[in-house]
């Protein structure tokens, strides 16, 4: 279950992407449009549920906090998006986190199988660098400042 941030503290961001440009770009954008959070970065989907899950080198909480939201790429080393999207979605402690689909893939077949594993949101990532950045910045205000949460 989500953990109610207290005035004051960050926002959690778990940014799942192996791609390190894209990476580079959601980190920047971020910072750039001061959406103030913690992001933690992982590029392949076994340790974002390593992270998850407090499993291995993420087992103590206090340095593996629980994300707030987490940005999923769906093509992913290791184990895909969507498989890590599924983990989530049956895991009683962590059904309720909101996840945002970021990826380059326009497939019907992708934007389909991502709801039907009951993802929040499905983003495509726009290919120029102002695009990308203007989804950032209106991605953070949206999650971070619009939208409510079950502690709103």
């Known amino acids: 279950m989500p953990v109610k941030p207290m005035r004051g503290e960050p926002f959690t961001i778990l940014l799942v992407e192996d791609n390190p440009a894209h990476a580079e770009l959601v980190l ?3 910072e750039d449009h001061r959406v103030a959070n913690k992001i933690i970065h992982l590029s392949d989907g076994e340790s974002a549920l390593d992270y998850l899950f407090r499993r291995g080198p993420h087992a103590d909480p206090k340095q593996s906090p629980r994300p707030h939201v987490i940005l999923l ?3 992913l080393p290791r184990m895909d998006g969507l498989e890590v999207l599924k983990e989530i979605r049956t895991s009683d402690e962590l059904h309720t986190l909101p ?3 970021l990826t380059t893939s326009e ?3 992708d934007v389909a199988k991502a709801y039907e594993q009951h993802t929040n949101s499905y983003v495509v990532k726009p290919l120029d660098f102002e695009g990308f950045t203007a989804l950032m ?3 953070g205000f949206y999650w971070l400042g619009w939208n409510y949460y079950p502690w709103s």
């Open 28 to 30: 920047r954008s971020f």
């Open 73 to 75: 790429d769906l093509r």
């Open 99 to 101: 996840v945002v689909i």
């Open 107 to 109: 497939a019907e077949r």
């Open 137 to 139: 910045e209106d991605l």
